[in-house]
């Protein structure tokens, strides 16, 4: 497990980035946090460490967003307004199964049953003062 504060939205993306080139092709990456705590901007450095560009805005009434980067395509499924593990597995069944790319699970604790056991949770708080504590699980 890792613990890592960050004090701006760059410093919190610089930590997704880090964390992305890790990260073998077919990663589950399961982000936790409430409203505004940094998860999309945590996606944004996900992104861009597998060598896309930045384009991970808030995907509000998208389930799935797809990014296309230099190692292969990464999958953000934001599970916020989703009601049932079913719609998810309908909607997205060849991405939560890629082998090629990385799937982030926005709200992954909203359906503990779509996360993969070897997932790598991602836990983001706020503490304050434009502060956030990001814990990282293998
Ligand atoms: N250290 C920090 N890390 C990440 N975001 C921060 C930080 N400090 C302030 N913020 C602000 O918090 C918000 C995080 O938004 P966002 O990433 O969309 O959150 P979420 O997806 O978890 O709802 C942004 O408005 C960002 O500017
Ligand atoms: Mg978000």
Same mark, same amino acid.
Not at 59 to 63: E, R
Not at 78 to 84: E, H, K, P, S, V
């Given at each position: 497990m890792s613990i890592f504060t960050t004090a701006s939205p760059d410093e919190t993306t610089a930590i997704g980035q880090t964390l992305a080139g890790k990260l073998p092709h077919g990663s589950t990456i399961a982000l936790r946090g409430a409203l505004g705590a940094g998860k999309t901007c945590f996606t944004r450095g996900l992104v861009v460490g597998w060598g896309g560009s930045d384009m991970a805005t808030s995907? #509000?009434? #998208?389930?799935v967003h797809e990014y296309s980067t230099q190692r292969g395509p990464v999958f953000h499924l934001?599970?916020?307004?989703?009601?049932?593990a079913e719609e998810i597995w309908t909607a997205a069944y060849d991405e939560l199964n890629t082998s090629n790319g990385l799937v982030i699970l926005e709200w992954a604790d909203r359906f503990p049953e779509l996360v993969p056991a070897e997932a790598i949770h991602v836990d983001i708080t706020d503490i304050g003062k434009g502060k956030r504590r990001i814990t990282i699980t293998p």
């Open positions: 995907p #509000t009434f #998208t389930l934001d599970l916020y307004r989703a009601d049932t």
